[in-house]
């Protein structure tokens, strides 16, 4: 970010110009932010392959700090209470997820969350939790480069599969972007404050794979989600989640059969009364700074609906 966007965000928030903006024009839906993992204020954003990906947990709770002050968190229960039963929502609603399932949701995120009293849905891939391996495509971007992992999104999920499991990783205990392990989801589910939803087994991309394969991706989740959490997920997000790029018109049809609603990106507010099975999320990375994320929920995110 330039220092001239840095000082005026910092100018405008001290002068009460973005409160007066958001009081003055109502959201047209909610934000639902997108997270991945977040890191311990110790290790550097780039001492991690996609550090950007991961907010530091100072970060985060800036963020929260926003969030409390000039909207109202809202949790998974509150969307669907809005999208199934039309029940009105807060002024300024804004749902945040965490995509994946890594550990440090536990261990970093729920501690800010807990503080700040926001809500949060994760989005959780059973198969490395299970199985105590590292998510994909941290494995392939470890071991070949990024540009690796982007050619492993693009081939047909048979090719995938053989890619990724060719460049399996067992997940180290001490390493910061290890997966939950079973008994950690537990927890986080536990605590009340987090609902977990799906994201497929092994995080594909659906839109590459066959029917038959999509549905076993996004059914097994939810079926490996209710065994672990005693009760069956209701939220589910696209990997990836381009909408026609990263999953289909086929996809939205099978995550609909198996949970409530689904969320694809989409940097737009999405409104839970419409839309079904494919909400759209805000991307949130390491480099938006609460100055900065208070100025995108002012107007700099487009308030114009989809079309
Ligand atoms: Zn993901």
Known sequence: MSLFRALRNYAYSRAGIYRRRLNA????????????????????????????????????????GVLKALCTPISGEQFLEAAVDGRPLP??????????????????????????????????????????????????AERHGDAAVAKAKSLPYDEWRMCVQRDEMSADSGDPHRPLTVPELLRVAASGLVEVGGHTLTHPILANATPADQQREIA??????????????????????????????????????????????????????????????????????????????????SRAPLV
Not at 129 to 140: P, T, Y
Not at 228 to 247: E, I, M, S, T
């Open 25 to 64: 024009k109502p959201f047209p839906g909610v934000a639902v932010l997108a997270y991945h993992g977040v890191r311990d204020d110790d290790l550097p954003c780039d001492a991690l392959r996609g550090g950007h990906m991961h907010v530091s947990a100072s970060r985060l709770a800036e963020h929260c």
């Open 91 to 140: 002024p300024r609603p804004v749902l945040v997820t965490f995509d994946d399932g890594y550990a440090n949701c536990l261990s970093q995120a729920l501690p800010v969350l807990e503080r700040f009293e926001v809500p949060a849905v994760l989005f959780a891939c059973p198969d490395p939790i299970a199985r105590g391996v590292r998510f994909w495509f941290d494995a392939v």
């Open 220 to 301: 097994g989740c939810a079926q490996a989600l209710t065994a672990w959490l005693g009760k069956a997920p209701r939220l589910f997000a696209y990997p990836n989640g381009r909408p026609r790029v990263d999953y289909t018109e086929e996809t939205v049809a099978t995550a609909r059969e198996c949970y409530l609603d689904a969320f694809a990106m989409g940097d737009r507010f999405t409104d839970p009364s419409t839309l079904r099975g494919e909400q759209r999320r805000f991307l949130v990375l390491d480099s938006v700074s609460g100055a900065e994320l208070t100025h995108r929920l002012a107007g700099a995110w």
